[in-house]
């Protein structure tokens, strides 16, 4: 991530510490005006018809729609992701964090522009006959774009760091983070498969940050065919006594001889012997049978 490392160089000094504050402020700030005025949802959504026409906030308040509107949900649900987003940003550092956060916001904004665009195309002739009916289906089309997925993403990438950490779930179940992974994944597949086309692009396009993450973090060198080969080739030679070092791996039971007194010579064992008895060419045939009993 060499890359990475320059930026943070470049950029670093603006990072916003405690991101995940500001996060979860946004979430609380949108469920307090849902509560005041459901209506005004509609002026938050990522609705990319509208933003082309001139309703350029929406780029930026799509993150306040509340996660939650329970309120003893929502309470669960900052307490646990502030925890998790805390732990990440100490671990990766605030920037590695920021961008982690960002890349997910900017990659499910350019997702929601990318499924408008595919829409448009195939209904122009519908777009142009109806009035209105780009703006209709903006609309609705953006209601499946929300942070859950950048939340999901967080929570990821979380259990891939510490696999075997146990957590209360509701403060009562305890279990670890490798196996609500594995629900979580299960139900991305669900999600994926039974959602509709913004639900699909926002958990695809907000995973991105976290499937850059994830290769990151593992080293592909060590798949290569030819970092294979090394390592095939250095097992074959540590299992091969050192020159010089004394130590051999055949030994004949008669004579004592080993492949150090003489390459040329061949070992086996022999099956009729009780034990693990190894004899050279030259008395493999010739040597008194060992019986045990």
């Not at 990475?4 to 160089?9: I, P, T």
């Not at 990318?114 to 209601?143: E, K, Q, R």
């Not at 010579?265 to 034990?275: A, Q």
Request: charge should be positive; include cysteine.
């Amino acid at each position: 991530m060499n890359w990475l490392n320059k930026l943070e160089r470049k950029l670093g000094k603006y990072a916003i510490p405690n991101l995940i504050v500001w996060l979860i402020g946004a979430y609380t700030i949108g469920f307090m005006l849902y509560a005041v005025n459901p209506g005004i949802m509609g002026m938050l959504t990522l609705s990319p018809y509208h933003i082309l026409h001139g309703q350029v906030w929406r780029l930026v308040t799509w993150i306040f729609m509340p996660t939650e509107t329970n309120l003893i949900f929502l309470l669960i649900m900052a307490l646990f992701y502030y925890q998790l987003g805390m732990a990440l940003e100490r671990n990766w550092g605030t920037f590695r964090f920021n961008v982690y956060i960002f890349s997910g916001i900017i990659f499910t904004i350019i997702g929601a522009f990318a499924l408008y665009g595919v829409y448009y195309v195939l209904n122009y002739s519908v777009y142009a006959a109806v009035p209105g009916a780009a703006a209709a289906v903006s609309s609705t089309m953006s209601y499946g774009f929300s942070v859950n997925y950048i939340n999901m993403s967080i929570f990821l990438a979380f259990a891939v760091m510490y696999p075997d950490m146990q957590v209360m779930l509701y403060f009562i179940i305890p279990i670890k983070m490798k196996w609500m992974a594995i629900v979580y994944g299960v139900l991305i597949v669900y999600n994926i498969i039974m959602g509709s086309g913004s639900q699909r692009v926002s958990i695809i396009m907000s995973l991105v940050s976290f499937v850059v993450f994830f290769l990151s973090t593992r080293n592909l060198k060590r798949y290569a065919p030819h970092e294979i080969h090394r390592r095939q080739k250095f097992k074959a030679q540590m299992r091969e006594p050192r020159p010089g070092s004394g130590i051999t791996k055949h030994k004949c039971a008669v004579c004592g001889r080993t492949e150090l007194d003489d390459p040329s010579l061949e070992f086996r064992f022999c099956s009729k012997c009780e034990g693990n008895y190894e004899y050279c060419s030259d008395h493999l045939f010739t040597h008194q049978h060992i019986r045990r009993s």
